[in-house]
């Protein structure tokens, strides 16, 4: 039975933005039910998800089968109070239909802080959280998917079943087996398990050692993340919906390429996301319209990791330039230091443009291979104010492995060239320059996925370390929450104890940790404390040889490579771009790069 909106009309009326709870947005399709119900839910809050590119690609694919994909977002904290008030369940957008009553719901996972947002929207949807609790019983199946899969085990307790790898497919490939098999039945998780990208958390036991390590895995033990080869003949959804307020990114977005050639050993997006492949400038131009044409945005995002390594950006650029409306603008959100050129951002706004040098010094940035030069990084910022642009982000990491207060205090070098490149012109504005310190995390599936995290009391060291050497007069400078940064690490690198933390932390109101104003430190410090699960186990140093929680899944990417380029970062080498050459991290069939596409 689906929920009449009327009749939430008081609670509407009473709560922030009642637009993001009443569907019906510009553009959206007209839903009928089907053979199989699945609602894409997106664990954070509306103007987050509708954001997001790929649970919009999830969609279609499923769609376009002749099933039904609805969305669903976290309603924020009003909201959902006065739902479970009222006795009303958690909805679905298009259909309105109860979450209770799809055949699944998949959560897309991007951030470890939005975990308990998973449990808090099952809870408000009136399902059992636990995976053991709702067996025997008419519930959905509970997917998860997203990055943040690649580790599914904080939440293996919770899911049915865990989608690695590109989604494009596999989603839809499950929901046909779901009706082809009459249900969740064993013929069915049989029948999916042989499907790559798709890991059954029920399947596997793990075997741990006295002290809390785990010594071997049971059932089955390594699931392969899916690839999708050919991006132009991938699903890609052309007409999207327009949404009722404000999002975060208020625009049309394409999608250039998926992966990254650089290699950057603190980035797990850099590696979980391989091999390289791009879209052609015939296809992506088409995209970009008609999308322009479907929505009325005047902005075409152009995203990937990395946009300026596109290898046909400048005629990506004059192909959407002659074709789109001339007050259409375009943006790079993702372009490197090396990559920045004016001409790329003469029709963006300028208003602000970021770059990331993550470390202060030259010898840091080889540890951490982002093969970048200082001479690339101020030639960069040049062209930027020769083209109008008066303002720069610059994104730094404190924590790395390596680092020294040398490191540290060079930061302040850096911004002291850029403002002296700025001054060496009579400009209109004034400079303003914008320092951001994020705590490094170590993560799963990149070179630094063995090493320790700072704790607390170091990192304010490092951090007041900067504040004294950062003396340029109109510097800016903010910094990231420490135990915030701990807690991304613990449940990045966690494994199943901490589903019952993560219980914990929910009942102790932690919801929507991912905003700074919602974050709950004291409720987080006693789930743990009351589970008797130490945080410092997860972000302690780990052994090379010790088994991981996340060695059951199979991003590609050879664990042997990853030793490897950890030792060339202690030993400060540079292993540079794979547009260099391959560099044989174990996706070499499965690359165009590695075969000579570029």
């Known amino acids: 039975m ?34 199989f119900l699945f609602c894409l839910c997106f664990p954070d809050l509306y103007e987050v998800g509708t954001s997001n590119l790929g649970i919009k690609i999830v969609a279609e694919s499923v769609n376009a089968r002749g099933y039904t994909a609805d969305f669903c977002y976290a309603p924020y904290r009003d909201f959902g109070a006065a739902l479970k008030a009222a006795g009303i369940p958690l909805y679905s957008l298009g259909l309105k239909k109860p979450l209770a009553e799809f055949d699944m719901l998949g959560f897309s996972l991007q951030f470890e802080l939005c975990y308990t947002n998973v449990l808090y929207m099952l809870d408000l949807a009136g399902i059992p959280l636990l995976r053991k609790d709702r067996e025997g019983g008419k519930y959905p199946l509970i997917a998860l998917g997203g990055p943040c899969a690649v580790n599914p085990e ?11 790898g590109d989604g494009e497919e596999t989603d839809a490939l499950v929901g046909e087996a779901y009706v082809r ?84 050993r603190f980035c797990q997006a850099g590696f979980i996301y391989r ?84 470390a202060g010094t030259q010898r840091l940035r080889d540890a951490i291979n982002k093969d970048i030069t200082e001479e690339e990084i101020l030639k960069a910022a040049e062209s930027a104010f020769d083209a109008g642009y008066s303002a720069v982000k610059l994104y730094f990491m404190l924590g790395l492995p390596t680092e020294t207060d040398e490191d540290i205090a060079g930061i302040n070098d850096i911004c002291a060239k850029i403002k002296g490149l700025y001054n060496k012109q009579k400009r209109a504005k004034p400079l303003r320059i914008s320092v951001s310190c994020a705590t490094f995390i170590p993560k799963p599936f990149t ?6 995290q700072c704790g607390e009391e170091e990192i304010t060291r490092k951090l007041d370390v900067l504040k004294r050497t950062l003396k340029v007069k109109g510097v800016t400078l903010s910094w990231s929450d420490n135990f915030a940064a701990k807690l991304e690490a613990v449940f990045a690198r966690g494994d199943r104890k901490l589903s019952k933390v993560l219980c914990r932390a929910y009942e102790n109101g932690c919801i929507f940790d991912g905003w700074d104003k919602e974050f709950n430190r004291a409720g987080w410090q006693k789930a743990f404390d009351e589970t008797g699960v130490r945080p410092d186990e997860y972000t302690r140093e780990w052994d090379e040889n010790e088994i991981l929680p996340w060695d059951i899944i199979d991003v590609g990417v050879d664990k042997k ?6 030792k060339r970062a202690y030993g400060g080498k540079v292993t540079g771009s794979c547009l260099q050459s391959c560099k044989g991290c174990g996706l070499q069939k499965v690359c165009p790069a590695a075969g000579g596409e570029k």
Request: charged letters at 25%; a neutral charge; one cysteine or more.
């Open 275 to 358: 091999p390289v492949r791009a879209r052609s400038v015939q296809t992506l131009t088409r995209q970009a319209c008609a999308l322009i044409k479907n929505t009325g945005y005047g902005e075409v995002s152009l995203n990937s990791l990395s946009t300026g390594d596109y290898p046909h950006l400048k005629e990506l650029l004059k192909s959407l330039k002659a074709q789109l409306p001339g007050d259409v603008t375009l943006a790079l959100p993702s372009l490197r230091a090396d990559s920045f050129e004016g001409d790329f951002t003469q029709d963006a706004r300028r208003i602000s443009l970021t770059f990331a040098p993550e």
């Open 181 to 264: 098999c009459g249900g969740a039945n064993e013929k069915f998780y049989d029948e999916i398990s042989r499907i790559d990208g798709v890991y059954l958390p029920s399947r596997t036991a793990v075997n741990y050692s006295p002290d809390g390590k785990i010594t071997s895995f049971g059932g089955t033990t390594r699931v392969k993340k899916a690839i999708v080869k050919n991006l132009d003949g991938a699903v890609f959804p052309e007409k999207i919906c327009v949404p009722n307020c404000e999002s975060v990114h208020d625009r049309a977005v394409i999608e250039v390429m998926r992966g990254c050639y650089r290699g950057c």
């Open 561 to 566: 490579f990853f030793a490897e380029e950890r």
């Open 447 to 452: 070179p630094f996925q063995w090493e320790k």
């Open 2 to 35: 689906n929920v009449d909106i009327q009749k939430l009309k008081n609670i509407l009326l009473s709560c922030e933005k009642p637009a993001r709870y009443v569907g019906g947005e510009y553009g959206a399709p007209a839903l009928k039910e089907s053979g």
């Open 154 to 164: 904080p939440l293996a307790d919770f899911a049915d079943i865990v989608f690695v």
